[in-house]
């Protein structure tokens, strides 16, 4: 446990409600979940399947009819083949990381992941006395692990290689070339790629893609050493549903279905059927509403932040993150979180919560707010700096 760190946002979310109860308006850019209610389409279905009793437990890999729309929506829009027996249902992404990191991996087996990166992912990796292997990236890369990175830190004990595209904290995408590559490096190395898409929908500016896309058929079904991660949470606006999802191998299926059943026995039950509606017509249209809103936030704050001296070297192309690097107005980015919070009442995520990879350069701004809040946080910003 006293290698378990603790998420420092919340602490100052903690922080930043003690001021709200004292009266001071906080703008929250801290918070990495959308900001929209869940599309009333799914919330219907949700309590329709209430209303009709369906309140006991589900297979431990979900209920077949999920498992079988999840595998519509990949034929649908990324035209991929996936059997829906490959598909299994999670209580959110960080369900599926669980399994699939207590599935594939053991006491001193080594994961590669990338660092600034999602700090959950290293605290699995701790969870099964596994090792991490944190690679420190930068913007050369677009903080994102590359096939030459991978290979050049490549250890006998690698097991797993995690990438997340578009990658929470710093929205930037592996493109398809590099992934096709990474996939191939992989294979040859007999190891498993773990690509978690749980912001896979949120992209701007370019399309919407998916690792298995990438790989050897095209199709996914060869692709038996790629797990894919995914979720309700973020695209489809359900974070608190606790509902996600991963495509796996088949010959970890069993392996999933053990761990589940003993681990959490199944995904909730509600959240399962209120997502049948997610992959409706009327839910897909109220989403992409909101990806646009979401990319006119982006491009609203992208190049404030520019203007007030935070340097961005990348600009991000996905999920709803912007990591800043403030070193012309700090060297220690909690600190200036904290006196943003005390003195200005905007709240953002300081680097230290996404690694070691000088996290006190960085901080993360969520733009989980709209542009009226957002527009504030910069006139504040700017009066404050
Ligand atoms: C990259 C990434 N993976 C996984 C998760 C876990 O999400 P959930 O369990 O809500 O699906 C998050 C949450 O912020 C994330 O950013």
């Not at 009709?52 to 999840?70: C, D, E, N, V």
């Not at 890369?141 to 929470?168: D, F, G, H, R």
């Not at 912007?322 to 220690?332: A, R, V």
Request: glycine share 6%.
């Amino acid at each position: 446990m006293e290698s378990i760190k603790p998420f420092h946002v919340m602490a100052l979310l903690g922080k930043a409600r003690e001021l709200e109860q004292q009266g001071r308006d906080i703008i929250h850019l801290e918070v990495g979940e959308p900001d929209f209610n869940t599309p009333q389409p799914i919330i219907n279905a949700g309590i329709e399947a209430l209303r009709k009793g369906k309140i006991h437990y589900t297979p431990s890999l979900g209920l077949m009819s999920l498992r079988q729309a999840i595998a519509d929506f990949y034929q649908q829009r990324y035209s991929l083949d996936i059997p829906a027996s490959r598909v299994v249902v999670t209580p959110g992404a960080s369900g599926a990381l669980l399994l699939i990191i207590g599935a594939l991996i053991g006491a001193d087996d080594a994961v590669m992941l990338a660092d600034p990166g999602y700090p959950c992912n290293q605290n699995f990796v701790r969870f099964v006395d596994g090792i991490i292997q944190a690679i420190a990236v930068d913007e050369s890369s677009s903080y994102q692990l590359t096939a030459e990175i991978i290979e050049q830190n490549w250890q006998k004990n690698t097991k797993a290689v995690m990438i997340a595209s578009p990658a929470n904290p710093t929205g930037t995408l592996v493109p398809d070339d590099e992934m096709k590559k990474i996939i191939q490096l992989v294979k040859e190395k007999q190891a498993y790629l773990i690509v978690d898409e749980i912001y896979q929908g949120l992209v701007y500016d370019i399309e919407s893609s998916c690792a298995l896309s990438c790989g050897n058929s095209g199709t996914g079904l060869d692709n038996q050493h790629i797990i894919i991660i995914n979720s309700f949470s973020k695209y489809f606006q359900m974070t608190g549903w606790r509902l996600g999802w991963m495509i796996v191998p088949d010959h970890l299926l069993q392996a999933c279905d053990h761990l589940a059943q003993n681990l959490f026995l199944a995904a909730p039950t509600t959240a399962q059927n209120a997502a049948l509606a997610a992959f409706l017509p009327e839910t897909i249209e109220i989403l992409e509403q909101r990806r646009l809103i979401f990319q006119q936030r982006r491009d609203y704050l992208y190049p404030r932040l520019l203007e007030l001296g935070f340097k961005i070297p990348v600009k991000p192309q996905g999920a709803f993150y912007i990591y800043c690097d403030c070193s012309n107005h700090t060297d220690n980015s909690m600190t200036l979180a904290n006196d943003l919070l005390e003195q200005t009442g905007v709240a953002v995520t300081p680097g230290i919560d996404f690694g070691n990879n000088h996290p006190e350069r960085y901080m993360r701004f969520a733009y989980t707010r709209d542009v009226q809040y957002l527009e504030q946080a910069i006139q504040r910003l700017s009066a404050f700096l």
